[in-house]
């Protein structure tokens, strides 16, 4: 695990499509994302990307998404990054509560730099030991 810094936040797919979409939950994760350094998983970069395609997005909304993703620093599944999700994946299984793909990447991403999970899915993520998740219930 690399040292944790307070200042490192995780995000989720969720707090990002609130903010593009102006709902009103997006005031719920706005003082996280000014106030952090934004990490994003590799794979929540390629779920927005998707998700844009499929509701036809134009460019313009893409742009704003974009833009969005850009403040934030993409991490790609690093070897540390990659044996997380497999001990991850493997300990959830064995505790017979499975996670999404998708989460976790997202979890992995956090485990190894030692910071929190910013995202509205929180009994997603609230069974996996040591993982913190934000906002506060």
């Known amino acids: 695990m690399i040292a944790p810094d307070p200042r490192l936040l995780v995000v989720d797919a969720n707090p ?8 009103t939950l997006a005031s719920r994760f706005t003082p996280f994302l000014l106030d952090a350094t934004l990490l994003i998983s ?8 998707l998700m844009a395609l499929r509701r036809n997005w134009g460019n313009q ?3 704003e998404m974009e833009g969005m993703l850009e403040r934030m620093y993409v991490v790609s599944p690093t070897e ?15 505790a017979g ?3 999404g793909v998708a989460d976790a990447w997202v979890a992995a991403t956090a485990l ?3 910071c929190p999970v910013l995202t509205n899915d929180r009994g997603d993520f609230a ?3 040591g993982l913190e998740v934000l906002p506060p219930a």
């Open 16 to 23: 990002i499509i609130y903010q593009l979409n102006q709902h």
């Open 97 to 99: 509560s499975r996670i």
């Open 80 to 94: 540390e990054v990659l044996n997380a999700w497999v001990d991850l994946c493997h300990r959830q299984e064995r």
């Open 61 to 63: 909304r893409r742009r």
């Open 127 to 129: 069974r996996i030991e």
């Open 42 to 49: 590799f794979q929540t970069v390629a779920e927005l990307r």
């Open 112 to 114: 190894v730099y030692g």
